[in-house]
């Protein structure tokens, strides 16, 4: 069975505090790794990453997949309160003509002033 | 740019009633995806369509059933509702899916329905 897991669960800091989030997975024909930030509504989609070593950047935020540990990272630098959200990472996975994304359950983020 | 459109974005249903959520996905999408979130919980993948075929199948419950038409739209319907089935339930679309679509594409969410059962 496919798994993807998020550590930690919670974390609370303060404005402009350095935060890393962690993503581990185990699946069955890898495809690729999304983050995603989910406020009270859908989530929204942050990276797509499929080769390791290569970072991607947007803004403050940033992502590196290591595909030998089977894990991702998500950095947010100089954190804001609007950063405030959980942060889903997912596992795309294919086998044969079937294709789904399983989802970790998240890491909730609580930025305080 | 168009989005993945679902409707109604709210709903209240009693025990043992059908309801029916609809999913328009991005223009030229072929692929839409249906995802179930309690209350606290990640979402869990229910069931996918590719060209208007199902193409995987997670844990969607024998009580739901789901469709794609030929103008790429889907519709959730749900039967016998109970307690339970309070959830919020995203569809997502993409463009391409399958071995060798290559790994570019993204998936797109909608903004979900919200589905109470009394």
């Known amino acids: 069975e496919d798994k993807v897991v998020q550590s930690p669960l919670s974390l609370v800091v303060h404005e402009g505090d350095t935060v890393t989030l962690n993503c581990s997975y185990e699946?069955?024909?890898?495809?690729?790794l999304l983050w995603y930030k989910q406020e009270k509504k859908a989530p929204t989609f942050l990276f797509m990453l499929?080769?390791?070593?290569i970072e991607k950047k947007s803004g403050r935020l940033s992502s590196i997949l290591d595909k030998k540990e089977l894990s991702s990272i998500l950095n947010i630098t100089a954190t804001q309160t609007g950063d405030s959200a959980i942060y889903l990472c997912?596992?795309?996975?294919?086998?044969?003509?079937?294709?789904?994304?399983?989802f970790g359950k998240g890491t909730l983020l609580t930025v305080n002033p | 740019a168009a989005g993945v459109i679902q409707s109604p974005r709210h709903l209240i249903k009693e025990k043992r009633e059908t309801a029916t959520l609809k999913c328009y996905p991005i223009?030229?999408?072929?692929?839409v995806y249906w995802y179930q979130q309690g209350p606290g919980q990640d979402p869990q993948f229910l069931i996918s369509?590719?060209?208007?075929?199902?193409?995987d199948k997670g844990s969607i419950p024998d009580r739901f059933s789901a469709q794609q038409f030929s103008d790429y739209h889907s519709e959730l319907n749900m039967s016998s509702l109970e307690l339970g089935d309070s959830a919020l339930y995203f569809c997502?679309?993409?463009?391409?899916?399958?071995?060798?679509?290559?790994?570019?594409?993204?998936?797109?969410f909608g903004e979900g329905s919200w589905l109470t059962v009394v």
């Open positions: 499929t080769s390791s070593g």
């Open positions: 369509f590719y060209e208007k075929m199902q193409s």
């Open positions: 223009p030229r999408h072929d692929t």
């Open positions: 997502a679309s993409s463009l391409g899916h399958g071995v060798g679509r290559g790994s570019g594409n993204t998936i797109y």
């Open positions: 997912a596992v795309e996975a294919s086998g044969g003509s079937n294709y789904k994304l399983t």
């Open positions: 699946v069955t024909n890898f495809r690729s």
